[in-house]
């Protein structure tokens, strides 16, 4: 059963604009994290925000920010001001207490346009 | 600190030959996974340790796919023998035991072509 799933395989968005990038999880533990990460053309993984399954904050670094909705089990990526160098593949990933994998999404392709 | 570190950075192979992929996980983590990515069928979990112990291979391809993890500084991935159906980037990636929030430090990844 697919765990995570990303909707949009790709998007476009204006320079300086805001972004929502789509992720949906299934699961049935209680204590989990749930995590994106961006890869540019470079083919480098790069960790961005992480979110707590007990946290009732959102999180956010910097620019990104993760619209956490439990109940619905959705764990969305906004990017505020997009720039240039944001145009890149973003995975949604969840790790689940037991077992301790990381379960990745099919990514999302963002193309920022000038 | 250094990162996960991978070896080589590319490797182009001709069809039959043995295909050997090593990682240096971050200092001090418990886990370590072997990931590849293709465009067909995007990231893919290929095994994981845990304390050097091969937790879960279900995502081990066939037999000409074997891992392991001789200590807590060192993994390799082999391929023998290898097949073009096989080129795709080879991510090796760490992270800490623990709470579910410990995330997971990627190395710059393989990239195989198998010709």
């Known amino acids: 059963a697919q765990k995570i799933t990303q909707t949009q395989p790709g998007m476009f968005v204006q320079e300086k604009e805001a972004v929502t990038l789509d992720c949906t999880y299934d699961?049935?533990?209680?204590?989990?994290?749930l995590f994106w990460y961006k890869q540019p053309s470079s083919g480098e993984m790069i960790f961005l925000i992480y979110?707590?399954?007990?946290?009732?904050q959102n999180a956010t670094e910097g620019r990104y920010s993760l619209n956490f909705q439990k109940a619905r089990k959705s764990a969305n990526l906004v990017i505020s001001a997009s720039q240039l160098g944001d145009s890149a593949m973003y995975f949604c990933?969840?790790?689940?207490?037991?077992?301790?994998?990381?379960?990745f999404g099919p990514g999302t392709r963002l193309s920022v346009l000038p | 600190d250094a990162g996960v570190i991978q070896s080589p950075r590319h490797e182009v192979t001709e069809m039959g030959q043995e295909v050997t992929l090593r990682c240096k996980p971050i200092?001090?983590?418990?886990?370590l996974f072997w990931y590849r990515q293709t465009m067909m069928r995007g990231l893919e979990l290929l095994i994981y340790?845990?304390?050097?112990?091969?937790?879960?291979d279900s995502g081990m391809p066939e037999d000409r796919f074997s891992a392991k993890m001789p200590n807590a500084s060192f993994s390799t991935l082999k391929i023998q023998p290898s097949e073009p159906r096989d080129s795709a980037v080879y991510f090796c990636?760490?992270?800490?035991?623990?709470?579910?929030?410990?995330?997971?430090?990627f190395g710059e990844g393989s990239w195989l072509t198998v010709v």
């Open positions: 340790f845990n304390n050097n112990v091969p937790i879960d």
């Open positions: 200092s001090g983590h418990d886990y």
């Open positions: 990933a969840m790790r689940e207490a037991y077992g301790q994998n990381f379960v």
């Open positions: 979110q707590g399954s007990y946290d009732e």
């Open positions: 699961t049935s533990d209680q204590s989990y994290g």
């Open positions: 990636a760490s992270s800490r035991q623990g709470a579910s929030g410990n995330t997971i430090y």
